[in-house]
């Protein structure tokens, strides 16, 4: 019976590694002399050494001793290699941890993360903050962090000498155990030659939900980046009056239209309340009264691409409006910088949740965590506030008024949602109003007639986003239930669902041309989909923690992410690559916006700053200054402004390039 028993675990053992055609083999062979021979098929020593193997295969202790080795090896390689050779211990300890888990191991689950979590904290500490939870083997399931892990594969990039060093040694060592972990939840992306120079790539370990094969493929699809054809823009170009005279003032804007962004805040409910104080900065070298002119550019214009939606018409109107925007636009360079108008909340008691702008900064939206939404005019408050003193301070949390002036409040109060407003959007015009809640519905207001006019439910879950497309009249939103959607004005559903995200989706932007929107995600990956097929058609991978702001460029050739952890990244939309991260703020970046030209991106922070980027210089960065260092990222700020105590929700630039900024003001500064 002996005999039996061995022969089960080797057939276990195959099973186990996939090696079905041996296993059918090996059975008929052990049945086939079976029948032959009464005596014991196998030497005693080999016997035991495979009862030993068989114990060692299925006891806790091959995680720790093989993860152990592995550590030890990986330390005491070489300087030249031990960068790449490092990446690997990260998914195989968190994979060795879950593996334990759901063997049922609990406790030597819990002492081998806690021996081995110190190696890892400083790159991955959220994330092993959510494991800490993992505390049985349904959790791994019921728990999505942990869930998606386990579902998915990382993709680590590293030379073919590193490599094969850490395939020899796992050969030698007999690590079947790590061997086998490494063979199923890691991609090795092998590149050819030495190690690269970089330590600290942003791509070298990602995570994915299909193969490094699947997301290659669908960087390889086609897209059309270009702008619309028969835009405004592009009219006023064939007339050849765009941007020569650009002596003109940069006041307020008629309204305007871009893809500027918001940003909800991600603790639910930040500030909210009751007035709001309009501060303005005028930055050094800016120039109101003229601009330099525009630096020569080496870019080829953009193409032009048919729209796969049908397009509103725009009203005449409308029209005339920006174009005169359009032709009193001030040329932004690193050397001209723009106007910032502030707008801060006051009196918020931790309650506004997100702000938004319209495109022409006469109007200021503010979501609350008490479920209502709040708009205020800036013209009416202008004329009002000259009547009211300092006061402002005093009123109470009940009074909607600023101060002690009349007893009209100075906002515009929208009530109907049942939970925190997450995000808020305007209309191109400045005529509507978009807002989501954590009532997992999005609302339509009309600014006009200060009501509600729609209430769209197709989410299951709250939603975190809601953009107005460049043209309006379309939407998108995205939420906690992994998807975002498309939708229409006059449709109560939505017209497209893009699922592929593996955790929340957390912001949603808009392309130029409306063919696109770009999500970002709790899963740290940035995907663009085709808005008429529904298709993810980019994948962007590279950054380490949650999206939160998203932002496309003029032109519809790049796009910039800003994530919890501070870092902004330029993204190339043709070929899906990083061209530069942006390093400079310390805390959240809750919004990102490009100006009108494209040459300035601006970035607002939970630190409390804006922060101005040269689009120029970071889309041109060669591949050796790559390599040489941080030190660019630094010469690519342009200009930090910072506010006394105020995080920074939401940035619009108007069309004709002057930027508006609100946040609100925080007792803790």
Same mark, same amino acid.
């Given at each position: 019976?002996?005999?039996?028993?061995? &022969?089960?675990?080797?057939?276990?053992?195959?099973?186990?590694?996939?090696?079905?055609?041996?296993?059918?083999?090996?059975?008929?062979?052990?049945?086939?002399?079976?029948?032959?021979?009464?005596?014991?098929?196998?030497?005693?020593?080999?016997?035991?050494?495979?009862?030993?193997?068989?114990?060692?295969?299925?006891?806790?202790?091959?995680?720790?001793?093989?993860?152990?080795?592995?550590?030890?090896?990986?330390?005491?390689?070489?300087?030249?290699? @031990?960068?790449?050779?490092?990446?690997?211990?990260?998914?195989?300890?968190?994979?060795?941890?879950?593996?334990?888990?759901?063997?049922?191991?609990?406790?030597?689950?819990?002492?081998?993360?806690?021996?081995?979590?110190?190696?890892?904290?400083?790159?991955?500490?959220?994330?092993?903050?959510?494991?800490?939870?993992?505390?049985?083997?349904?959790?791994?399931?019921?728990?999505?962090?942990?869930?998606?892990?386990?579902?998915?594969?990382?993709?680590?990039?590293?030379?073919?000498?590193?490599?094969?060093?850490?395939?020899?040694?796992?050969?030698?060592?007999?690590?079947?155990?790590?061997?086998?972990?490494?063979?199923?939840?890691?991609?090795?992306?092998?590149?050819?030659?030495?190690? !690269?120079?970089?330590?600290?790539?942003?791509?070298?370990?990602? #995570?994915?939900?299909? !193969?490094?094969?699947?997301?290659?493929?669908?960087?390889?699809?086609?897209?059309?980046?270009?702008?619309?054809?028969?835009?405004?823009?592009?009219?006023?170009?064939?007339?050849?009056?765009?941007?020569?005279?650009?002596?003109?003032?940069?006041?307020?804007?008629?309204?305007?239209?871009?893809?500027?962004?918001?940003?909800?805040?991600?603790?639910?409910? @930040?500030?909210?309340?009751?007035? &709001?104080?309009?501060?303005? @900065?005028?930055?050094?070298?800016?120039?109101?009264?003229?601009?330099?002119? /525009?630096?020569?550019?080496?870019?080829?214009?953009?193409?032009?691409? @048919?729209?796969?939606? /049908?397009?509103?018409?725009?009203?005449?109107?409308?029209?005339?409006?920006?174009?005169?925007?359009?032709?009193?636009?001030?040329?932004?360079?690193?050397?001209?910088?723009?106007?910032?108008?502030?707008?801060?909340?006051?009196?918020?008691?931790?309650?506004?949740?997100?702000?938004?702008?319209?495109?022409?900064?006469?109007?200021?939206?503010?979501?609350?965590?008490?479920?209502?939404?709040?708009?205020?005019?800036?013209?009416?408050?202008?004329?009002?506030?000259?009547?009211?003193?300092?006061?402002?301070?005093?009123?109470?949390?009940?009074?909607?008024?600023?101060?002690?002036?009349?007893?009209?409040?100075?906002?515009?109060?929208?009530?109907?949602?049942?939970?925190?407003?997450?995000?808020?959007?305007?209309? /191109?015009?400045?005529?509507?109003?978009?807002?989501?809640?954590?009532?997992?519905?999005?609302?339509?207001?009309?600014?006009?007639?200060?009501?509600?006019?729609?209430?769209?439910?197709?989410?299951?879950?709250?939603?975190?986003?809601?953009?107005?497309? /460049?043209?309006?009249?379309?939407?998108?939103?995205?939420?906690?239930?992994?998807?975002?959607?498309?939708?229409?004005?006059?449709?109560?559903?939505?017209?497209?669902?893009?699922?592929?995200?593996?955790?929340?989706?957390?912001?949603?932007?808009?392309?130029?041309?409306?063919?696109?929107?770009?999500?970002?995600? !709790?899963?740290?990956?940035?995907?663009?989909?085709?808005?008429?097929?529904?298709?993810?058609?980019?994948?962007?991978?590279?950054?380490?923690?949650?999206?939160?702001?998203?932002?496309?460029?003029?032109?519809?050739?790049?796009?910039?992410?800003?994530?919890?952890?501070?870092?902004?990244?330029?993204?190339?939309?043709?070929?899906?690559?990083? #061209?530069?991260?942006?390093?400079?703020?310390?805390?959240?970046?809750?919004?990102?916006?490009?100006?009108?030209?494209?040459?300035?991106?601006?970035?607002?922070?939970?630190?409390?700053?804006?922060?101005?980027?040269?689009?120029?210089?970071?889309?041109?960065?060669?591949?050796?200054?790559?390599?040489?260092?941080?030190?660019?990222?630094?010469?690519?700020?342009?200009?930090?402004?910072?506010?006394?105590?105020?995080?920074?929700? !939401?940035?619009?630039?108007?069309?004709?390039?002057?930027?508006?900024?609100?946040?609100?003001?925080?007792?803790?500064?």
């Amino acid at each position: 019976m002996e005999d039996d028993k061995i &022969v089960g675990y080797v057939t276990a053992f195959l099973k186990k590694k996939g090696f079905t055609q041996t296993e059918k083999i090996f059975q008929e062979e052990f049945q086939h002399n079976k029948s032959n021979t009464s005596n014991s098929l196998l030497e005693p020593d080999i016997a035991n050494h495979l009862l030993a193997f068989s114990q060692l295969e299925t006891g806790p202790a091959r995680f720790h001793d093989g993860y152990s080795r592995l550590r030890t090896w990986t330390y005491s390689s070489l300087d030249l290699y @031990k960068h790449e050779l490092l990446r690997v211990l990260y998914p195989v300890f968190i994979h060795c941890f879950m593996d334990l888990v759901a063997k049922g191991h609990v406790q030597e689950a819990r002492n081998f993360f806690n021996t081995f979590r110190e190696d890892h904290e400083m790159m991955h500490l959220r994330d092993l903050q959510k494991l800490e939870g993992v505390l049985s083997p349904n959790h791994l399931e019921e728990m999505e962090f942990a869930h998606s892990l386990r579902k998915s594969k990382f993709n680590i990039k590293i030379c073919e000498y590193s490599y094969e060093l850490l395939l020899q040694h796992l050969h030698s060592t007999q690590s079947t155990t790590i061997l086998g972990i490494i063979n199923e939840h890691i991609n090795f992306q092998v590149t050819p030659g030495q190690p !690269s120079l970089i330590s600290d790539d942003p791509e070298a370990v990602t #995570l994915t939900g299909s !193969s490094q094969e699947a997301a290659n493929l669908i960087n390889q699809k086609e897209i059309h980046w270009g702008l619309l054809e028969d835009s405004l823009e592009e009219r006023l170009e064939k007339a050849g009056a765009l941007l020569l005279d650009s002596e003109k003032g940069e006041g307020e804007a008629k309204e305007g239209e871009n893809d500027e962004t918001k940003k909800r805040s991600i603790e639910g409910g @930040k500030q909210g309340g009751a007035s &709001v104080k309009k501060v303005k @900065k005028d930055k050094g070298g800016s120039a109101t009264g003229k601009s330099a002119k /525009p630096e020569a550019s080496t870019v080829p214009a953009a193409p032009r691409v @048919k729209p796969e939606l /049908p397009l509103p018409v725009i009203p005449t109107e409308v029209e005339q409006s920006v174009l005169e925007d359009l032709r009193n636009r001030v040329q932004l360079s690193s050397v001209a910088l723009p106007s910032v108008s502030f707008y801060t909340y006051i009196n918020t008691h931790n309650g506004l949740s997100c702000s938004s702008i319209s495109h022409d900064g006469s109007l200021i939206a503010g979501g609350f965590s008490d479920s209502s939404l709040k708009v205020w005019d800036m013209a009416k408050l202008g004329q009002q506030a000259s009547s009211l003193s300092q006061g402002e301070n005093d009123t109470s949390q009940n009074e909607q008024i600023f101060g002690q002036g009349g007893g009209k409040r100075q906002y515009t109060l929208f009530q109907g949602h049942s939970g925190p407003v997450y995000a808020a959007s305007f209309s /191109p015009v400045g005529d509507f109003i978009l807002s989501s809640s954590a009532d997992s519905t999005i609302r339509l207001w009309s600014t006009k007639l200060n009501a509600n006019l729609v209430c769209y439910k197709g989410h299951n879950y709250p939603v975190w986003d809601v953009q107005f497309s /460049p043209v309006g009249h379309y939407f998108a939103s995205s939420s906690h239930d992994r998807t975002a959607r498309i939708w229409s004005m006059d449709r109560i559903q939505p017209l497209r669902i893009m699922a592929g995200h593996l955790s929340d989706v957390d912001c949603v932007q808009w392309h130029a041309n409306c063919n696109y929107i770009a999500t970002g995600s !709790s899963d740290k990956t940035v995907r663009l989909w085709d808005v008429q097929s529904g298709e993810c058609v980019r994948v962007f991978v590279g950054h380490r923690v949650m999206i939160l702001s998203l932002a496309m460029s003029p032109d519809g050739r790049y796009m910039a992410s800003g994530d919890e952890d501070g870092t902004i990244m330029m993204w190339d939309l043709s070929s899906g690559r990083c #061209l530069t991260p942006l390093i400079g703020h310390t805390s959240c970046v809750w919004s990102l916006a490009f100006s009108s030209e494209g040459s300035i991106i601006a970035s607002g922070s939970a630190d409390c700053t804006v922060k101005l980027w040269d689009v120029n210089a970071s889309t041109k960065v060669s591949r050796a200054e790559e390599k040489s260092g941080s030190a660019n990222s630094r010469l690519r700020s342009l200009k930090t402004l910072s506010t006394k105590s105020t995080p920074v929700y !939401s940035l619009r630039f108007s069309r004709r390039n002057l930027l508006f900024a609100a946040g609100a003001l925080s007792k803790s500064g």
